[in-house]
């Protein structure tokens, strides 16, 4: 098996073996797309989408893999869907790239309400004016700062300006878990670091 069917391999076990696990069904769908397995990869988004409709990038992964299949009028629907939980979210990136696609089939992209040149001023931003940056993220104003930042490094400065304490808590206690039993990563390797640190950062939208 080539390197990238191992992969699917390990992730569609992942998503079998634990059906509600977002990050499973997405890096799935992710690498299906890039085999060329777009039926697969949109039942594979269209679950992450189930168990998680703020996660907007997927939106985006969705409609570029339904546009493989030509199926336009599908992906059409799922760009402006996208881009309005992007748009009410403040996720300018996907929202900015989902609103190009839709240019680029002719459509006009909806006007968001936030749609705002220059420094944004968009997203829910909760107690304290924070507001978390992780792509899924499901509390929006709810959303609380941690404490102190969760390790000493630059990285976890990072997590504590961009993450709020429930989506690290989420990671710490459920998803890292996943990963490290599910991927077998051995962290006291280089790279299994790696790979842990890659998935952390993916989690929770830091690259
Ligand atoms: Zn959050």
Redesign the pocket.
């Known amino acids: 098996m080539s390197q990238l069917q191992d992969r699917i391999a390990q992730f569609r076990k992942m998503a079998n073996d634990d059906p509600e696990n977002e990050l499973g069904h997405y890096r799935l769908g992710q690498l299906l797309a890039e085999a060329g397995e777009h039926e697969q990869a949109v039942q594979s988004f269209r679950r992450t989408l189930e168990l998680s409709p703020h996660f907007s990038k997927v939106y985006h992964l969705l409609a570029q893999a339904l546009l493989r299949l030509d199926r336009r009028d599908e992906a059409i629907q799922v760009l402006r869907e996208g881009f309005r939980v992007a748009d009410e979210r403040g996720d300018r990136m996907p929202r900015d790239e989902m609103g190009r696609m839709l240019t680029e089939l002719g459509e006009t992209p909806p006007q968001g309400a936030k749609l705002s040149v220059g420094v944004s001023t968009s997203g829910a931003a909760g107690e304290g004016g924070f507001r ?3 792509p899924g ?3 929006g104003a709810r ?1 609380r700062q941690l404490p102190k930042p969760p390790m000493s490094d630059e990285i976890g400065q990072r997590i504590q300006e961009t ?6 808590n ?1 990671w710490l206690k459920n998803y890292s878990i996943k990963v490290i039993n599910e991927l077998r990563l051995d962290l006291s390797t280089d790279h299994g670091q790696a790979e842990y640190d890659r998935y952390m950062r993916e989690f929770l939208g830091l690259d």
Do not use: I, L, P, S
């Open positions: 978390c940056q992780r993220c499901m509390w959303a993450v709020c304490a429930d989506c690290w989420e």
